[in-house]
């Protein structure tokens, strides 16, 4: 009997574990981001952690099976786990780039249910697609029957006025009959009409709560919170409530927030390289990737323009990498300017 009551309580005990497990490679992740979350950005990020998942910009399903797949796809080793963010809303479209997606050995496909931009609505996909469930359900379908990565959808909570929990709760509901395990929430309504793609990320109202209750009444799914999440402490408060949170803006704009993460939301090591050797790997980058692929290195400095944010000195750091008359000095040399000014400024300042 009382082997059994061990057994029992190890089973349980295990199956909690899995529980758990099963959540955690969406505990923490940045957000996809059209023109930021580049190939070259997602390097930079890496750098500052190793656990934190990292997601594409989105990449059209026409511009895939019509354009250049390697401009689109092209990746570092060092970038997983990476998720590729797909736009459309075509199954066979879908599936097939799901396909082409695995095959490149991204870790993830992501169809994006979210983007209220007037092109993406124009294309019958982003977040309009929230109206047609059913349509999701299929393209879901057919992309969890073409590979064997995890295919996951990202959305909002409502769109346009549509303000019941009933609207999101069903959406999520339709969608995970047909495969989809891992649902990624921006917290705030898409209003397809007047509002510029900012303005939708700013002036719909939060509302975390809904959130929360996918996940009460969603136990098995994996549910991710996305929207206006600015500091760890928030991080941790939402993560109370749910299984993963997702950050955007606040993780490009201020990158070194996620130095940390890894100690912190994932109990390993911290990520254990000071600014300097972050900044040291990134210029050394940005001469590999001028010699394999002619990449400008503005293209690559562009990303770190906010790893000096809210320090003095970070002003002239950004102007000296966002000035277009250094574009033929090397990089090694414009870091050691945009250093020296951090350095003169803060010597100003004590
Ligand atoms: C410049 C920019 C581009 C974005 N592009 C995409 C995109 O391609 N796909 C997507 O699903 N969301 C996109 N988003 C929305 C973000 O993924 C995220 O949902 C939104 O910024 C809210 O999170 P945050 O408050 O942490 O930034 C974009 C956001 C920004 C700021």
């Known amino acids: 009997m009382q082997g059994n009551a061990t057994a029992i309580s190890e089973s349980l005990s295990i199956g909690a574990r899995d529980q758990s497990d099963r959540h955690a490679p969406w505990r923490l992740s940045v957000a996809p981001m059209l023109d930021w979350t580049d190939k070259h950005c997602r390097y930079l990020h890496r750098l500052l952690t190793k656990n934190t998942l990292l997601y594409t910009e989105m ?49 993830e496909i992501n169809l994006n249910c979210g983007c209220p931009s007037e092109r993406v609505q124009r294309g019958a ?14 393209g879901v379908k057919a992309m969890v029957d073409a590979v064997d990565i995890p295919v996951t959808v990202k959305h909002r909570i409502g769109i346009d006025r549509e303000e019941s929990y009933d609207f999101v709760r069903d959406f999520v509901g339709t969608v995970s009959l047909a495969g989809c395990r891992v649902f990624i929430v921006h917290a705030r309504n898409a209003w397809l009409k007047g509002l510029s793609p900012k303005e939708n990320r700013e002036i719909p109202p939060l509302r975390y709560e809904l959130v929360y209750r996918l996940k009460r009444d969603f136990p098995d799914l994996t549910i991710v919170l996305n929207g206006g999440v600015t500091t760890n402490e928030q991080i941790a408060e939402h993560l109370l409530h749910v299984d993963g949170v997702m950050v955007g803006r606040e993780a490009y704009h201020h990158p070194w927030i996620m130095s940390d993460w890894d100690a912190r939301f994932f109990g390993n090591s911290a990520c254990g390289l000071s600014q300097d050797e972050v900044e040291a790997e990134m210029v050394a980058y940005m001469v590999r990737d001028a010699a394999e692929d002619g990449t400008p290195w503005s293209a690559i400095a562009r990303h ?47």
């Open 59 to 107: 990449v059209t399903t026409g511009g895939l099976l019509h354009g250049a797949e390697r401009r689109h796809l092209r990746m570092d080793e060092c970038e997983h786990p990476v998720a590729l963010q797909l736009g459309g809303s075509d199954a066979a479209d879908l599936a097939q780039c799901a396909r082409i997606g695995a095959r490149w050995g991204y870790d």
């Open 125 to 138: 996909f982003g977040a309009c697609l929230m109206a047609e469930p059913q349509l999701v359900a299929d």
């Open 304 to 350: 770190m323009l906010g790893m000096h944010h809210g320090r003095r000195g970070a002003r002239l750091w950004r102007q000296v990498w966002s000035d277009h008359k250094l574009k033929t000095e090397s990089p090694l040399k414009v870091w050691e300017l945009a250093r020296s000014h951090l350095q003169v400024d803060a010597q100003l300042a004590a």
